[in-house]
């Protein structure tokens, strides 16, 4: 089955400056990467995801990457803020997650004033 | 608004028990999920339904089952519950989107199960 590596699984940057959660796949067939955030206490949220026809997609300050030929994928915030502060999950799927996501152990980032 | 309701934030039960943890979605998704949350391990699938009556398993079945007998409701069933099912259980849902594949996957609050 799929396997999902997540690095690191702490990261704590200063308020403005960038974040970068790295994760890979082993899988070669998963067409469907989203990423999670959960904050404490609260349910995981999707936040942006990308499919395997797409190289990069961008909301606002947060972008992920993809690149199928070396299986991994990336999460980028730009301009941290204290509410970026959470947990985060990546995730990847075969056939789009009809049989569920696997999902990597997450990242604890933590936004210093 | 998609809204995954599970019937308990917090349950106790004892070693042995039979434990039923229920899951309603409303927004007549066809695809509905359970996972398990534990410290360092990430959120691990258990067991999933496209369709009802439907199950599959999923990376950690062993020691639960699943019933699904209307499409907006899914439980989860820890036949003998043991203390290494102490955990954050979490709901999801899902649609069928056009190219097969599911859409974005919305969780429920989530059931902390303590298993003394």
């Known amino acids: 089955g799929e396997n999902v590596e997540q690095h690191p699984s702490t990261l704590s940057v200063q308020e403005g400056d960038s974040a970068v959660i790295k994760c890979t796949y082993s899988?070669?067939?998963?067409?469907?990467f989203p990423w999670y955030k959960q904050e404490l206490g609260k349910r995981p949220q999707l936040i942006i995801d990308?499919?395997?026809?797409?190289g990069e997609k961008k909301d606002q300050r947060i972008a992920v990457t993809l690149n199928k030929t070396a299986k991994h994928f990336s999460l980028h915030i730009t301009e941290t803020q204290p509410e970026d502060s959470a947990v985060y999950f990546c995730?990847?799927?075969?056939?789009?997650?009809?049989?569920?996501?696997?999902f990597g152990k997450g990242t604890h980032l933590i936004i210093q004033p | 608004d998609v809204k995954v309701t599970q019937s308990s934030r917090y349950l106790v039960k004892r070693t042995g028990e039979k434990v039923f943890l229920e899951c309603v979605q409303d927004?007549?998704?066809?695809?509905m999920f359970w996972y398990r949350q534990d410290p360092g391990l990430g959120l691990r699938l258990i067991y999933f339904?496209?369709?009802?009556?439907?199950?599959e398993k999923g990376d950690i079945p062993e020691g639960y089952s699943v019933s699904r007998e209307k499409k907006e409701r899914f439980s989860l069933i820890l036949e003998s519950a043991s203390t290494n099912q102490t955990s954050m259980y979490l709901c999801?849902?899902?649609?069928?989107?056009?190219?097969?594949?599911?859409?974005?996957?919305?969780f429920g609050p989530g059931t902390r199960l303590t298993v003394l």
């Open positions: 899988d070669s067939a998963s067409n469907y």
């Open positions: 999801a849902s899902s649609f069928i989107s056009a190219g097969g594949g599911t859409d974005t996957q919305y």
């Open positions: 339904s496209y369709d009802v009556k439907m199950k």
């Open positions: 927004m007549d998704h066809e695809n």
């Open positions: 990308i499919r395997s026809n797409v």
């Open positions: 995730a990847a799927t075969v056939r789009g997650g009809a049989d569920g996501l696997t």
